[in-house]
């Protein structure tokens, strides 16, 4: 069955980065994109970018443009997301999201992660 | 980038009855909206594709319609495990915005 298994919890000061994996299973790693969406405490979701496993390519979101990087380890089967510079409002729980049915731009999700809480405080 | 406005905010309801969530977007979608429930401290389920296509495993008695900007998410009969946050997903332009989310309380 398709899993996607994030890596735990972090705590970190503002200024520093903060990576987050996520390994994948269950089916052909290379044919399906893999995106992060986050969600800070109480609040909506927040596409952040995606990664094509195949071939490596990423789109990012403006917003997070100069400090978001995903990448991903075929051979591993997970796929990482970096973000750099953290502020107190990055406080978020970060998610990882298979890519399924797609428009023209994007993709709704079908697999989600369980979840990474990143705490940014001093 | 798309805005995406659901109605309402917040919403009581019993098991039994019908309910309807709506979805406004800022320009025309096509047919490339999605619709998720999340249940507190989980992750998102898909529950609806494409306006109107049910995901597998989800129950009969969600279903999804509209076209263009306005689209809505109907529960038929509201069961117990019903009650979640629900969010609306465009995903026909970067970045795929999602709605500020309805939650359904008892």
């Known amino acids: 069955q398709v899993q996607l298994v994030q890596s735990g919890a972090e705590v970190k000061k503002p200024g520093a980065s903060v990576k987050v994996s996520c390994k994948a299973s269950?089916?052909?790693?290379?044919?399906?994109?893999m995106y992060w969406v986050r969600q800070a405490p109480g609040q909506s979701l927040e596409w952040m970018g995606w990664?094509?496993?195949?071939?490596?390519?990423?789109v990012y979101s403006q917003k997070f443009q100069d400090r978001v990087t995903i990448s991903r380890d075929t051979s591993a089967t997970t796929v990482y997301m970096e973000l750099s510079n953290l502020r107190s409002e990055d406080t978020a729980v970060y998610y990882c999201?298979?890519?399924?049915?797609?428009?023209?731009?994007?993709?709704?999700?079908?697999?989600w992660g369980q979840g990474t809480l990143v705490t940014v405080s001093s | 980038e798309i805005q995406m406005t659901q109605s309402p905010s917040t919403m009581s309801a019993s098991v039994g009855e019908r309910v309807t969530i709506t979805c406004r977007a800022s320009?025309?979608?096509?047919?490339?909206l999605a619709w998720y429930q999340q249940k507190p401290g989980k992750a998102p389920k898909l529950l609806i594709y494409h306006v109107s296509s049910l995901e597998s495993g989800v129950p009969s008695r969600f279903s999804g319609s509209g076209s263009g900007t306005e689209f809505t998410l109907t529960i038929s009969s509201l069961q117990p495990d019903d009650f979640a946050t629900y969010f609306c997903?465009?995903?026909?332009?970067?970045?795929?915005?999602f709605g500020q989310g309805t939650k359904l309380e008892i």
């Open positions: 999201a298979r890519g399924t049915y797609c428009g023209t731009s994007t993709c709704s999700f079908d697999f």
């Open positions: 997903q465009q995903y026909s332009s970067y970045p795929g915005t």
């Open positions: 320009q025309g979608l096509s047919s490339w």
């Open positions: 269950g089916y052909t790693f290379s044919s399906y994109a």
């Open positions: 990664i094509y496993t195949g071939n490596g390519n990423t």
